[in-house]
C-alpha cells in the first residue's frame, strides 16, 4: 500500500476549518498509522492512533498525554529519516521549540505543523520507492 506524499499545511487549515476538525483527525490518523508502518520493523515501536489520543488519553490525563504522543512521534519521524539517510531536519526539539514555545509568536505551530507533513511526504516517498517494488 502506497503511503500518500501530498499532505499540505494550506489544505490542512483549510479544509480542517471547513469540516470543523474532522479532516485535522483523519490526516494525524494517517500519520500516526503511516509512522508504524514504515518504522514498526525496524525500531520495534508502535505509535498510538491519534483518536485514540484526542478522544482518550488526552482528556484523562489533561492534555500531557497529547505532549508526550507528540514528543513521540516527531522523534520516532526524526530516528526514522536519520535512518533513511533523509537530509531533512525533524524531532522532538522541533515539536519543542516550534509548537510549544514558538506559540509565543503565534505561528510556530504552524510551522511545526508544515515541518510534520514535510517529514512524512519525504518518508513516504522514500518507502513507496524503496518497499513497493
Aim: charged letters at 15%.
Amino acid at each position: 500500500m502506497a503511503i500518500k506524499t501530498n499532505r499540505g499545511l494550506l489544505k490542512f487549515i483549510l479544509l480542517s476549518a471547513i469540516t470543523f476538525g474532522i479532516y485535522g483527525l483523519v490526516i494525524m490518523s494517517e500519520i500516526s498509522q503511516d509512522i508504524n508502518m514504515i518504522a514498526s520493523r525496524y525500531d520495534g515501536r508502535k505509535t498510538m492512533h491519534y483518536c485514540l489520543l484526542v478522544f482518550i488519553v488526552a482528556p484523562i490525563t489533561l492534555g500531557i498525554g497529547g505532549l508526550v504522543w507528540y514528543h513521540n512521534i516527531s522523534d520516532r519521524i526524526g530516528m526514522e529519516l536519520k535512518r533513511r539517510n533523509i537530509p531533512y531536519s525533524f524531532g522532538a526539539g522541533s515539536f519543542w521549540g516550534w509548537c510549544i514555545l514558538g506559540s509565543l509568536i503565534f505561528v510556530g505551530p504552524f510551522i511545526y505543523q508544515y515541518k510534520l507533513f514535510k517529514s512524512m511526504n519525504l518518508l513516504g516517498a522514500n518507502y513507496n520507492q524503496n518497499n513497493l517494488m
